[in-house]
C-alpha cells in the first residue's frame, strides 16, 4: 500500500499563485504515476493533472493547462503542482493519488489516495 499526504493549499486571492507537494511513501514501487484531482463542493471530482514517476510524462486537464505544472522534486521526493493565475473556478479540495495501471485521467483506476489540501481562490 502506498500512502499519500499532500500540503501547500490555502486561501488566496484571483491571479496569486500556490504550491501544492503530494508526499509519497511505503510501497511506492507499486507506484507507475501520480495523479492530483480537484472536488468542489456539489460537483464531481475532476482531472487535474499526473506524471509518470520514472519516465516524467505530463498529462493536464484543459482547463488548467498553461497555467499549472506538475513536477517530481527529487530531493525531496515529492509531486508538486505549482499553480499560476489562479482564478476562483479553482477552488476546490485537492487530493494526489496513486495509480499502478490504467487510465490517467479516470479517477477509479488509482489505487491509493491522500486526505487532499483545500485551495481556495477569491476575487
Known amino acids: 500500500q502506498v500512502q499519500l499526504v499532500e500540503s501547500g493549499g490555502g486561501l488566496v486571492q484571483a491571479g496569486d499563485s500556490l504550491r501544492l507537494s503530494c508526499a509519497p511513501s511505503?510501497?511506492?514501487?507499486?507506484?507507475?504515476?501520480v495523479g492530483w484531482f480537484r472536488q468542489a463542493p456539489g460537483k464531481e471530482r475532476e482531472f487535474v493533472a499526473a506524471?509518470?514517476?520514472?519516465?516524467?510524462?505530463?498529462m493536464y486537464a484543459d482547463s488548467v493547462k498553461g497555467r499549472f505544472t506538475i513536477s517530481r522534486d527529487n530531493a525531496k521526493n515529492t509531486i508538486d503542482l505549482q499553480m499560476n493565475s489562479l482564478k476562483p473556478e479553482d477552488t476546490a479540495k485537492y487530493c494526489c493519488?496513486?495509480?499502478?495501471?490504467?487510465?490517467?485521467?479516470?479517477?477509479?483506476?488509482?489505487?491509493?489516495w491522500g486526505q487532499g489540501t483545500q485551495v481556495s481562490v477569491y476575487s
Open positions: 493519488a496513486s495509480l499502478r495501471t490504467g487510465e490517467w485521467r479516470n479517477a477509479d483506476h488509482y489505487d491509493s
Open positions: 511505503g510501497r511506492t514501487y507499486h507506484m507507475n504515476t
Open positions: 506524471i509518470g514517476w520514472d519516465s516524467g510524462t505530463t
